[in-house]
Protein backbone atom coordinates (compact mmCIF):
# COMPACT_ATOMS: atom_id res chain seq x y z
CA UNK A 1 0.00 0.00 0.00
CA UNK A 2 1.43 3.43 -1.06
CA UNK A 3 2.90 5.10 2.03
CA UNK A 4 1.56 9.18 2.66
CA UNK A 5 3.16 9.94 5.05
CA UNK A 6 6.34 10.38 5.99
CA UNK A 7 7.30 9.14 9.47
CA UNK A 8 9.37 6.65 11.23
CA UNK A 9 13.07 6.05 11.26
CA UNK A 10 15.18 3.49 12.75
CA UNK A 11 17.70 6.30 13.28
CA UNK A 12 15.14 8.04 15.30
CA UNK A 13 14.92 5.31 17.93
CA UNK A 14 18.44 6.11 19.01
CA UNK A 15 18.25 7.63 22.26
CA UNK A 16 20.01 11.34 21.55
CA UNK A 17 18.84 13.12 24.88
CA UNK A 18 17.18 16.22 24.36
CA UNK A 19 19.84 18.34 25.68
CA UNK A 20 19.76 20.37 22.94
CA UNK A 21 21.99 23.16 23.61
CA UNK A 22 25.86 23.14 23.73
CA UNK A 23 28.34 20.64 21.79
CA UNK A 24 28.37 21.22 18.26
CA UNK A 25 25.43 23.32 18.62
CA UNK A 26 26.69 25.63 20.34
CA UNK A 27 24.94 29.38 20.14
CA UNK A 28 26.04 32.38 18.44
CA UNK A 29 26.34 34.84 21.23
CA UNK A 30 23.57 36.01 22.21
CA UNK A 31 20.72 33.92 20.79
CA UNK A 32 21.08 30.24 21.78
CA UNK A 33 20.09 27.96 18.84
CA UNK A 34 20.11 24.96 17.63
CA UNK A 35 19.71 23.50 14.37
CA UNK A 36 17.79 20.00 14.31
CA UNK A 37 18.53 16.80 12.41
CA UNK A 38 17.13 17.24 9.40
CA UNK A 39 13.67 15.19 9.28
CA UNK A 40 12.39 12.04 7.15
CA UNK A 41 9.96 12.85 5.03
CA UNK A 42 9.43 8.94 3.05
CA UNK A 43 8.73 5.51 4.52
CA UNK A 44 7.79 4.88 8.02
CA UNK A 45 4.35 4.12 9.37
CA UNK A 46 0.93 4.43 7.30
CA UNK A 47 -1.11 6.78 7.79
CA UNK A 48 -4.36 4.55 8.19
CA UNK A 49 -1.87 2.63 10.55
CA UNK A 50 -1.10 5.68 12.41
CA UNK A 51 -5.16 6.77 12.58
CA UNK A 52 -5.49 3.57 13.76
CA UNK A 53 -3.25 3.60 16.74
CA UNK A 54 -3.81 6.99 17.82
CA UNK A 55 -4.91 7.22 21.09
CA UNK A 56 -4.56 10.14 24.01
CA UNK A 57 -2.02 8.79 26.46
CA UNK A 58 -1.75 10.47 29.77
CA UNK A 59 1.38 8.48 31.91
CA UNK A 60 4.74 8.68 30.17
CA UNK A 61 7.94 6.55 30.83
CA UNK A 62 11.15 8.83 31.95
CA UNK A 63 12.66 7.58 28.59
CA UNK A 64 14.39 10.79 27.08
CA UNK A 65 12.89 11.42 23.51
CA UNK A 66 16.28 12.06 21.53
CA UNK A 67 16.65 15.11 18.97
CA UNK A 68 15.90 13.48 15.94
CA UNK A 69 12.38 12.70 17.24
CA UNK A 70 11.88 15.91 18.31
CA UNK A 71 12.91 17.36 14.94
CA UNK A 72 10.44 14.96 13.56
CA UNK A 73 7.61 15.52 15.46
CA UNK A 74 8.11 19.49 15.05
CA UNK A 75 8.59 19.38 11.17
CA UNK A 76 4.88 17.12 11.13
CA UNK A 77 3.65 20.25 13.00
CA UNK A 78 4.90 23.04 11.26
CA UNK A 79 8.13 21.96 9.25
CA UNK A 80 8.77 24.19 5.70
CA UNK A 81 7.74 21.59 2.90
CA UNK A 82 8.37 24.15 0.35
CA UNK A 83 11.48 26.08 0.01
CA UNK A 84 10.58 28.36 -2.26
CA UNK A 85 7.51 29.78 -0.79
CA UNK A 86 7.80 28.65 3.08
CA UNK A 87 4.68 26.91 2.67
CA UNK A 88 4.40 24.02 5.55
CA UNK A 89 3.54 20.50 6.82
CA UNK A 90 -0.14 22.40 8.11
CA UNK A 91 -2.21 24.50 5.82
CA UNK A 92 -2.37 27.90 7.12
CA UNK A 93 -4.74 30.86 6.22
CA UNK A 94 -3.62 33.16 3.48
CA UNK A 95 -0.21 31.49 3.94
CA UNK A 96 0.06 33.76 6.77
CA UNK A 97 1.47 31.11 9.52
CA UNK A 98 0.63 32.72 13.25
CA UNK A 99 1.56 30.15 15.01
CA UNK A 100 4.55 29.94 17.45
CA UNK A 101 5.53 26.37 19.04
CA UNK A 102 7.03 26.59 22.40
CA UNK A 103 9.24 23.06 23.21
CA UNK A 104 9.86 22.81 27.23
CA UNK A 105 11.77 20.39 28.63
CA UNK A 106 14.23 19.83 31.54
CA UNK A 107 16.63 22.09 29.78
CA UNK A 108 14.62 25.06 29.25
CA UNK A 109 11.99 26.14 27.08
CA UNK A 110 12.56 26.81 23.43
CA UNK A 111 10.04 28.19 20.35
CA UNK A 112 10.49 26.15 16.74
CA UNK A 113 11.67 27.69 13.94
CA UNK A 114 10.46 26.04 10.83
CA UNK A 115 13.17 28.18 8.26
CA UNK A 116 16.17 26.37 9.44
CA UNK A 117 14.27 23.69 11.44
CA UNK A 118 15.86 24.58 14.57
CA UNK A 119 15.45 25.53 18.34
CA UNK A 120 15.51 28.78 19.62
CA UNK A 121 16.29 29.13 23.49
CA UNK A 122 14.27 31.32 25.19
CA UNK A 123 14.40 30.09 28.74
CA UNK A 124 16.67 28.24 30.81
CA UNK A 125 13.65 26.86 33.30
CA UNK A 126 12.00 23.90 32.86
CA UNK A 127 8.81 25.05 32.74
CA UNK A 128 6.72 21.68 31.75
CA UNK A 129 4.73 21.61 35.41
CA UNK A 130 3.24 25.20 34.33
CA UNK A 131 2.40 24.59 31.04
CA UNK A 132 0.38 21.28 31.81
CA UNK A 133 -2.50 20.15 32.77
CA UNK A 134 -2.97 18.74 36.27
CA UNK A 135 -3.86 16.51 37.70
CA UNK A 136 -4.68 14.62 34.64
CA UNK A 137 -0.70 13.72 33.50
CA UNK A 138 1.87 15.08 31.68
CA UNK A 139 4.18 16.63 34.30
CA UNK A 140 6.03 13.19 33.77
CA UNK A 141 6.44 13.69 30.08
CA UNK A 142 10.53 14.73 29.22
CA UNK A 143 9.14 16.86 26.32
CA UNK A 144 6.11 19.51 26.34
CA UNK A 145 4.75 21.22 23.33
CA UNK A 146 2.64 24.19 23.29
CA UNK A 147 0.83 25.68 20.62
CA UNK A 148 0.35 29.51 20.54
CA UNK A 149 -1.05 31.33 18.15
CA UNK A 150 -0.57 35.08 17.20
CA UNK A 151 -3.51 36.76 15.55
CA UNK A 152 -2.49 40.21 14.58
CA UNK A 153 -0.27 37.91 12.08
CA UNK A 154 -2.89 38.20 9.64
CA UNK A 155 -3.17 42.09 10.13
CA UNK A 156 -6.44 43.48 9.06
CA UNK A 157 -7.29 41.22 6.24
CA UNK A 158 -9.03 39.12 8.55
CA UNK A 159 -11.15 41.31 11.08
CA UNK A 160 -13.77 38.18 12.12
CA UNK A 161 -11.84 35.48 11.95
CA UNK A 162 -8.58 35.76 13.00
CA UNK A 163 -8.75 34.06 16.41
CA UNK A 164 -10.65 31.22 14.61
CA UNK A 165 -8.22 30.71 12.13
CA UNK A 166 -5.38 30.43 14.84
CA UNK A 167 -7.44 27.60 16.34
CA UNK A 168 -8.28 26.05 13.13
CA UNK A 169 -4.55 25.63 12.43
CA UNK A 170 -3.85 24.65 15.94
CA UNK A 171 -6.17 22.04 15.15
CA UNK A 172 -4.14 20.98 12.14
CA UNK A 173 -0.52 21.02 13.54
CA UNK A 174 -1.42 19.45 16.46
CA UNK A 175 -3.51 16.28 14.61
CA UNK A 176 -0.03 15.94 12.46
CA UNK A 177 2.21 15.89 15.52
CA UNK A 178 -0.42 13.14 17.54
CA UNK A 179 -0.02 11.31 14.22
CA UNK A 180 3.83 11.33 14.18
CA UNK A 181 4.19 10.57 17.51
CA UNK A 182 2.08 7.50 17.23
CA UNK A 183 4.55 6.34 14.29
CA UNK A 184 7.27 7.06 16.08
CA UNK A 185 6.15 4.96 19.02
CA UNK A 186 5.59 7.49 21.27
CA UNK A 187 2.56 8.62 22.88
CA UNK A 188 0.40 12.22 23.72
CA UNK A 189 -2.60 13.81 24.10
CA UNK A 190 -4.06 17.50 23.20
CA UNK A 191 -4.71 18.80 26.63
CA UNK A 192 -7.34 22.11 25.70
CA UNK A 193 -7.81 22.11 29.76
CA UNK A 194 -4.92 24.47 30.24
CA UNK A 195 -4.80 27.38 32.11
CA UNK A 196 -4.06 29.44 29.49
CA UNK A 197 -2.92 32.73 32.01
CA UNK A 198 -0.34 30.91 33.78
CA UNK A 199 0.76 29.12 30.40
CA UNK A 200 1.35 32.64 29.03
CA UNK A 201 2.77 33.84 32.06
CA UNK A 202 5.51 30.77 32.45
CA UNK A 203 6.38 31.20 28.31
CA UNK A 204 6.52 35.16 29.01
CA UNK A 205 4.04 35.52 26.02
CA UNK A 206 3.39 38.66 24.69
CA UNK A 207 -0.31 40.17 25.33
CA UNK A 208 -2.76 39.00 22.91
CA UNK A 209 -0.74 35.53 22.00
CA UNK A 210 -3.56 32.66 22.36
CA UNK A 211 -2.57 29.55 24.02
CA UNK A 212 -4.73 26.80 22.24
CA UNK A 213 -2.99 23.59 22.93
CA UNK A 214 -0.28 21.38 25.39
CA UNK A 215 0.62 18.14 23.77
CA UNK A 216 3.22 16.14 26.83
CA UNK A 217 5.31 13.78 24.46
CA UNK A 218 6.44 10.45 25.45
CA UNK A 219 7.26 7.40 25.58
CA UNK A 220 3.90 5.19 26.70
CA UNK A 221 4.42 4.11 30.49
CA UNK A 222 4.59 -0.08 29.60
CA UNK A 223 1.81 -2.59 30.62
C1 LIG B 1 -10.45 20.31 22.05
C2 LIG B 1 -9.92 19.17 22.92
C3 LIG B 1 -9.51 19.44 24.20
C4 LIG B 1 -9.00 18.42 25.01
N1 LIG B 1 -8.53 18.72 26.24
C5 LIG B 1 -8.02 17.76 27.03
C6 LIG B 1 -7.49 18.08 28.30
O1 LIG B 1 -7.49 19.22 28.73
N2 LIG B 1 -6.98 17.08 29.06
C7 LIG B 1 -6.94 15.78 28.62
O2 LIG B 1 -6.46 14.92 29.36
N3 LIG B 1 -7.44 15.44 27.41
C8 LIG B 1 -7.96 16.40 26.60
N4 LIG B 1 -8.43 16.09 25.34
C9 LIG B 1 -8.35 14.69 24.87
C10 LIG B 1 -9.73 14.00 24.92
O3 LIG B 1 -10.09 13.71 26.26
C11 LIG B 1 -9.63 12.70 24.10
O4 LIG B 1 -9.35 13.03 22.76
C12 LIG B 1 -10.94 11.90 24.16
O5 LIG B 1 -11.12 11.34 25.44
C13 LIG B 1 -10.96 10.75 23.13
O6 LIG B 1 -9.91 9.84 23.38
P1 LIG B 1 -8.79 9.53 22.27
O7 LIG B 1 -8.09 10.83 21.95
O8 LIG B 1 -7.85 8.54 22.92
O9 LIG B 1 -9.46 8.98 21.06
C14 LIG B 1 -8.94 17.09 24.52
C15 LIG B 1 -9.34 16.83 23.21
C16 LIG B 1 -9.81 17.86 22.42
C17 LIG B 1 -10.22 17.57 20.98
Known sequence: MKRLIALLTVVAAMAVPIAVVGGATAPAAGRQEVTLPAPETKGGMSLNE?????RSVRSFDAKTVGQQQLGQLLWAAQGITDPATGHRTSPSAMAMYPLTV???TADGVFTYEPKGHKLVRVSTEDRRADVTQPPRGGQSAPVSFVFTGDPSKFGSRLPDRAAAFVYLE????????ALEATALGLATVTQGGI???KVSKALN?????LVVYTMPVGYPVAG
Open 50 to 54: ALSRR
Open 205 to 209: LAQGT
Open 102 to 104: YVC
Open 195 to 197: DAA
Open 170 to 177: VGHAAENL
